[in-house]
C-alpha cells in the first residue's frame, strides 16, 4: 500500500461544499484515507481518539477557528507533532505569523486548484509521486 493510501488527513471546514472541494482534490492525489470535521470541536474530539496524520483546517469556523484549533493541536501532547496546514479566503498576514508562531506548517489561499494543494502538500510531507 502507497504512502499516500495510509497517510489519515483530517479536512476540517464548516462549509459543506469546502469540505467537499479538498476531499475531491486530495483524492486526485491519491489520497485514500480522508476523514472531515465541521467544525475545530469536532476535528479536536477526532484527533483525541483517533488522530491523523495530517490536518488541513479552514481558518475562519464558528466555535473555534483554525488558529484556535492549531493551538489546541500543539498544547495535546498526542498530537503536538502532526503537521497543520490553514485554508484561508484572504492570508491576513497577522493571522499568518500567529500561526506561525503556534506552529503552523503551511497554508494555501482559497481558491485553489489541485496542483496549488499538491505543492502546499509536498512543502510538508515531501514528494507524493
Partial sequence: MSLLAQLRILVVDDTTTSRLLVREALESLGFRNIQVA???????????????????????????????????????????????????????????????KLGLNNYLTKPFNTDQLRRALEAIVGKLH
Fill in 38 to 100: 465541521s467544525d475545530g470541536e469536532q476535528a479536536m474530539k477526532m484527533m483525541m481518539t483517533q488522530p491523523s496524520h495530517l490536518i488541513i483546517s479552514d481558518m475562519n469556523m464558528p466555535k473555534m477557528n483554525g488558529l484556535q484549533l492549531l493551538h489546541a493541536i500543539r498544547t495535546y501532547k498526542p498530537t503536538s507533532r502532526v503537521p497543520f496546514m490553514i485554508l484561508t479566503g484572504s492570508p491576513d498576514r497577522a493571522v499568518l505569523e500567529e500561526g506561525r
